[in-house]
């Protein structure tokens, strides 16, 4: 079983900056991707951002040049670095490992509120 640990959220003002932390129980090099995702009331959870074991990144078109994934190998740690802060980035992220192909797999952390408002 796999455990991650998001940590991070808050209340930020709009162009503010928050720094979400996700801790995986075990080395983050065995997943083929983590990432984060966001949710709101009513909606789909939604990709925000993906780094893979390759380090390859992705990200949605509503973050990009604000937003940025980063790890950490000898902590176990994906970040997500969120600059700028919008209200429509407002949610609760999720962290997000998985593996592809033969061995697919996918967990999730237990979610963390963002709340951006003045």
């Known amino acids: 079983q796999v455990a991650l640990v998001e940590s991070g959220g808050g209340l930020v003002q709009p162009g503010g900056s928050l720094r979400l932390s996700c801790l995986a129980s075990?080395?983050?090099?065995?997943?083929?991707?983590m990432g984060w995702y966001r949710q709101v009331p009513g909606k789909q959870r939604e990709l925000v951002a993906q780094?893979?074991?390759?380090?390859?990144?992705n990200y949605a078109d509503s973050v990009k040049g604000r937003f940025t994934i980063s790890r950490d190998h000898a902590r176990n740690t994906v970040y997500l670095q969120m600059n700028s802060l919008k209200p429509e980035d407002m949610g609760v992220y999720y962290c997000?490992?998985?593996?592809?192909?033969?061995?697919?797999?996918?967990?999730w952390g237990q979610g963390t509120q963002v709340t951006v408002s003045s």
């Open positions: 075990r080395n983050i090099f065995s997943f083929n991707a």
């Open positions: 780094l893979t074991s390759g380090g390859s990144t």
């Open positions: 997000n490992a998985r593996n592809f192909g033969s061995s697919r797999s996918e967990y």
